[in-house]
Antibody, heavy 123, light 107 residues
Framework: QVQLQESGPGLVKPSETLSLTCTVSGGSIGSGSYCWIWIRQPAGKGLEWIGRICNSGTTNYNPSLKSRVTMSLDTSENQFSVKLSSATAADTAVYYC???????????????WGQGTLVTVSS | DIQMTQSPSSLSASVGDRVTITCRASQSISKNLSWYQQKPGKAPKLLIYGASSLHSGVPSRFSGSGSGTDFTLTIASLQPEDLATYYCQQSDSIPWTFGQGTKVEIK
């Protein structure tokens, strides 16, 4: 059973870059037809998909964040990361990393999740 | 973006009740829909994928149905541990989008 764990600063200053890493254990991040995704959830609100990076090389970002977000995959460390530049208070949220597995054409579901990490953007 | 609208936003039901949550997509998404359960303070967990396939280890009282724009999550007999918020999510097109959530409370 694959396990995921987010890590990174819990406090980021406005205008700086928010950076998080997800460490995967129990399986190789580079094997299989998986995508690795980031999702965030502001306090008391719903889930927002940030983007995905796939073992195939495909990378997609939410257009609402596209100009600020970058994802990367490090197979040697079994980790993947997200960077969100020019952070503002609106980026304050719990950030989750997850694995998305294919179940058919365009059928993707996130079957393994990290526990989430709270990032606060404040001076 | 494809908009996902869930109803109701919240509900209260008794243990043993049959509970139904609906999710409507703003355009056809075939069967590219998943359902997640999120308990307070925890990460979401996958319940259903492909609109109607039960994820491994999920109790059989959970079921999903639908295709195109209209989908349903049913809990056949509500249990105390089902207290949670439930989300639908489409993977038909980028960006993947979630419904706003349905909070299920136990009477």
């Amino acid at each position: 059973q694959v396990q995921l764990q987010e890590s990174g600063p819990g406090l980021v200053k406005p205008s700086e870059t928010l950076s998080l890493t997800c460490t995967v254990s129990g399986g190789s991040i580079g094997s299989g037809s998986y995508c690795w995704i980031w999702i965030r959830q502001p306090a008391g609100k719903g889930l927002e998909w940030i983007g995905r990076i796939c073992n195939s090389g495909t990378t997609n970002y939410n257009p609402s964040l596209k100009s600020r977000v970058t994802m990367s995959l490090d197979t040697s460390e079994n980790q993947f990361s997200v960077k969100l530049s020019s952070a503002t208070a609106a980026d304050t949220a719990v950030y989750y990393c997850a694995r998305a597995a294919p179940g058919g054409y365009n059928i993707w579901s996130s079957d393994s999740w990290g526990q989430g990490t709270l990032v606060t953007v404040s001076s | 973006d494809i908009q996902m609208t869930q109803s109701p936003s919240s509900l209260s039901a008794s243990v043993g009740d049959r509970v139904t949550i609906t999710c409507r997509a703003s355009q056809s998404i075939s069967k590219n829909l998943s359902w997640y359960q999120q308990k307070p303070g925890k990460a979401p967990k996958l319940l259903i994928y492909g609109a109607s396939s039960l994820h491994s280890g999920v109790p059989s009282r959970f079921s999903g149905s639908g295709s195109g724009t209209d989908f349903t999550l049913t809990i056949a007999s509500l249990q105390p541990e089902d207290l949670a918020t439930y989300y639908c999510q489409q993977s038909d097109s980028i960006p993947w989008t979630f419904g706003q959530g349905t909070k299920v409370e136990i009477k």
